[in-house]
């Protein structure tokens, strides 16, 4: 079955950091690629990172040159290094994975990370 489960959310200050973490099992995690994704209160779910199997890595523009995703695979773990945070990164965070870019991503969600940027 796959799982996911993300932690390191938490209360921050604008302008801090955090590390998102997501262990991942149930599939072949070094052949898929990784998403983070995240949802504020009343919004949509928005996709915010990417990392392909080869390393390869996209990001959404609101947070272009402060994200980092990154991946271990033999961990099976996906990472967002999150930096310069904003009030308007505010949500839950999410991972999940897909076979390649263009397919769609597994049904299954994990519980999320909470992530608060406040003063």
């Known amino acids: 079955q796959v799982q996911f489960v993300e932690s390191g959310g938490g209360l921050v200050q604008p302008g801090g950091s955090l590390r998102l973490s997501c262990v991942a099992s149930?599939?072949?995690?070094?052949?898929?690629?990784l998403d983070w994704y995240r949802q504020a209160p009343g919004k949509e779910r928005e996709l915010v990172a990417t990392v392909t199997r080869f390393g390869g890595e996209g990001y959404v523009d609101s947070v272009k040159g402060r994200f980092t995703i990154s991946r271990d695979n033999a961990k099976n773990t996906a990472y967002l290094q999150m930096n310069s945070l904003k009030p308007e990164d505010t949500a839950m965070y999410y991972c999940?994975?897909?076979?390649?870019?263009?397919?769609?991503?597994?049904?299954?969600w994990g519980q999320g990370t909470q992530v608060t940027v406040s003063s």
């Open positions: 999940n994975a897909r076979p390649a870019l263009g397919e769609r991503t597994f049904a299954n």
């Open positions: 149930g599939f072949t995690f070094r052949s898929h690629v």
